[in-house]
């Protein structure tokens, strides 16, 4: 069975050195199993034991994923020295090393983000081979009409924007909603991809939402600026992309 210390493991997830850890776990901020933990040395089996900090859950396990409801104004980077990032969110016993978002939603952008340290996941999620989709509801300064929606469906050519190239766009999904609103399903994820191919119709996303990325779904419960473990269900579920190869 796999054992750490209990300093070892805290200092492992972010939470300070070995020092550090042994004075959390000295003024009683550290509890086992739901009784306060008794000493740095202490050994945890990270497939049995809990481990909680100041009423926070610490991951044992050495993969994490978290899905983030981003809110808007927040950068999706790792770290910045000016800006406030996805990972200033996340509770302090769940950060942790090598941390970082799987995919990016730029600061005006709002929803779904996925955060975890599984680099060969995260790969998988979002190389172009794989087509995995992600879906978005935009709100727009006229509503989408079933011209757009072919336009979409035929794949779209982006001039050059900000320093970045012409680009040729996959066919994409894209289903009017009510009250100028559309729901557009990608499986690619191009520079401000969404805007660009609205703005090539002569419209404007004034709001963008990611709602899906492959199998995950933000549910309407988790609110802008709060995040969750993902279920062993929905870590299977994204971990079939790199055996099936995507889905759309």
Not at 51 to 73: I, Q, S
Request: hydrophobic residues 40%; contains cysteine.
């Amino acid at each position: 069975m796999p054992v750490r210390r209990l300093d070892q493991l805290l200092a492992a997830r972010g939470c300070g050195s070995r020092k550090d850890a042994a004075a959390l776990i000295k003024a009683g901020a550290v509890r086992v199993n739901g009784n306060a933990a008794h000493g740095g040395d202490q050994k945890i089996d990270t497939e049995k034991d809990s481990v909680t900090l100041r009423g926070e859950p610490v991951a044992l396990e050495d993969y994490v994923y978290y899905l983030l409801h981003k809110p808007l104004g927040v950068i999706s980077a790792s770290r910045d020295p000016k800006a406030a990032t996805v990972l200033d969110l996340l509770p302090e016993p769940w950060r942790r090393r090598g941390l970082f978002p799987a995919g990016r939603l730029d600061k005006e952008s709002t929803g779904l983000l996925l955060l975890t340290n599984d680099g060969a996941l995260a790969h998988a999620l979002l190389s172009p081979r794989r087509h995995v989709a992600k879906t978005y509801v935009a709100t727009l300064a006229a509503a989408a009409t079933p011209a757009d929606a072919a336009a979409f469906a035929a794949g779209m050519h982006l001039p050059p924007a900000d320093g970045h190239p012409p680009e040729d766009c996959q066919p994409a999904k894209l289903i009017p909603l009510p009250g100028n609103r559309a729901e557009v399903t990608l499986r690619e994820g191009k520079y401000h991809q969404i805007r660009r191919m609205f703005a090539q119709r002569g419209n404007e996303v004034l709001a963008l939402h990611r709602t899906a990325m492959g199998s995950l779904r933000l549910e309407d419960e988790l609110q802008p600026g709060q995040c969750r473990p993902l279920t062993a269900a929905e870590v299977a579920g994204l971990k079939g992309v790199q055996a099936a190869g995507g889905m759309f």
